[in-house]
C-alpha cells in the first residue's frame, strides 16, 4: 500500500512538474521596425534618414537633418530629429504598437573620428486581431 501511495505521489509530483515547464506560444504577432541613421560628417554633407519597415516588408523613408553644420554641432536640428521621431513613435503607439527593445549603434569611418553614423533601431510589435465571423 505504501508503494502505491509513493508512486501516486511522485508520478503526480513528475507531472505538476512537467506541466510547470510547459512554455504557452504566445498569440500571434507582426512586428515593425524604425532605423534612424543620422550622419556625423562636418560641414552638413552627410545623409541622415529615417526608415521605417512595416509588417509587409515594405519600406517608407524620409529625410532627417544633419547633426552638424559649417560650424559644429546644430542644436536645432538634434531637436528637429527628436520631434520627427517622438512624432513617429507616438503614431505608431497610438494605432496599437508597443515599442519592445531598442538597440543603437555607433560607427566611425576611420580613427581619427571624422565622420561616421549613429544609427537606432526600435523594434515594435502588435498583437495580430483574430478575426470573428
Same mark, same amino acid.
Given at each position: ?20 515547464q510547459?512554455?504557452?506560444? #504566445?498569440?500571434g ?16 554633407v552627410?545623409?541622415?534618414k529615417?526608415?521605417? &519597415? ?6 517608407? #523613408?524620409?529625410d532627417? #537633418?544633419?547633426?552638424?553644420?559649417? &560650424? ?15 512624432? &513617429?513613435?507616438?503614431?505608431? &503607439? ?12 555607433t560607427?566611425s ?8 553614423i ?13 478575426k470573428?465571423f
Amino acid at each position: 500500500m505504501k508503494k502505491i501511495v509513493l508512486s501516486l505521489i511522485i508520478a503526480l509530483l513528475i507531472g505538476i512538474g512537467l506541466s510547470a515547464q510547459e512554455v504557452k506560444p #504566445e498569440a500571434g504577432k507582426q512586428f515593425m521596425q524604425i532605423n534612424t541613421v543620422e550622419s556625423v560628417i562636418a560641414g552638413g554633407v552627410g545623409r541622415s534618414k529615417m526608415i521605417v &519597415t512595416n509588417p509587409d516588408g515594405s519600406q517608407k #523613408e524620409s529625410d532627417l #537633418e544633419n547633426l552638424f553644420s559649417m &560650424t559644429g554641432i546644430n542644436f536645432k536640428n538634434i531637436k528637429d530629429n527628436e520631434d520627427k521621431l517622438v512624432r &513617429t513613435l507616438k503614431q505608431y &503607439t497610438d494605432d496599437g504598437w508597443k515599442l519592445d527593445h531598442v538597440t543603437s549603434l555607433t560607427l566611425s569611418q576611420n580613427d581619427s573620428g571624422a565622420g561616421g553614423i549613429f544609427m537606432t533601431r526600435y523594434l515594435l510589435s502588435k498583437s495580430l486581431e483574430k478575426k470573428s465571423f
